[in-house]
């Protein structure tokens, strides 16, 4: 089944990915009136073409980014590009005449807007069914997986129940500090000199003072 679904995949993408450049370059002219269509202006829109639907596709399939991730993709991307303009640029062609005689191919071909339209165009219909098939699959048969993924998708949208707070009784006959605050203080017993008067001389030690009010009254 497996083996299948990749053949028809394959037969489906190779004729998107000849049909629409083909007809792309039928019969046309740059901005300038000069034509490009020719066979190797042809085969660098469907190389580009290819090499974009395969990294497109390696995205679909990545689960977790990472450094290393990005950096093949991103830079397989780059280095292609690097490649194709020095391959068809006229030092290239300076140098090794006979192996390098198509110049100036990669500047005229990919300057072109309808080019870069059909490029878009056979990536999108490429990667289309793709995308369809495997969401058809996760909505009717998906696998556990899926499931589990769609559990925590569910989970995070809805907002989570409030906990339970139990209500407990405070026993404590402490009073507020507000309350305490405004009371009656002790700032008038301070004020009074009461609490300093001196105690009784033969109350509890049985000292003798001379400042007690009896031996005043007998020296008087």
């Known amino acids: 089944m497996v083996f299948v679904k990749c053949m028809f995949q ?7 990915l000849f049909f629409i450049p083909y007809g792309a370059m039928y019969n046309t002219v740059r901005s300038d009136g000069k ?3 020719d066979y190797q202006s042809f085969a660098l829109m469907v190389q580009t073409c290819l090499l974009i639907v395969v990294s497109v596709q390696i995205c679909l399939d990545t689960s977790y980014w990472t450094v290393v991730n990005q950096f093949f993709i991103w830079g397989s991307l780059s280095v ?5 303009f020095t391959m068809y640029s006229d030092g290239m062609y300076m140098i090794f005449t006979a192996s390098f005689p198509f110049v100036g ?12 339209l059909a490029i878009f165009l056979s990536i999108t219909l490429c990667v289309l069914p793709v995308v369809g098939f495997r969401f058809l699959k996760t909505q009717l048969r998906p696998t556990p997986s899926d499931k589990v993924l769609l559990k925590i998708k569910e989970a995070k949208k809805r907002p989570p129940p409030p906990s339970p707070r139990r209500h407990l009784r405070r026993t404590s006959t402490r009073r507020s500090g507000y309350a305490f605050a405004h009371q009656h203080g002790f700032g008038a017993l301070i004020m009074s000199g009461r609490n300093m008067r001196p105690k009784s001389p033969f109350a509890t030690t049985g000292t003798f003072s001379p400042n007690s009010d009896k031996h005043k009254h007998k020296g008087l």
């Open 10 to 16: 394959g037969i489906y993408s190779s004729l998107i």
């Open 80 to 84: 292609y590009f690097a490649i194709t």
């Open 35 to 37: 034509a490009i269509a």
């Open 105 to 116: 191919t990669a500047r005229n071909t990919l300057s072109q807007p309808n080019v870069w």
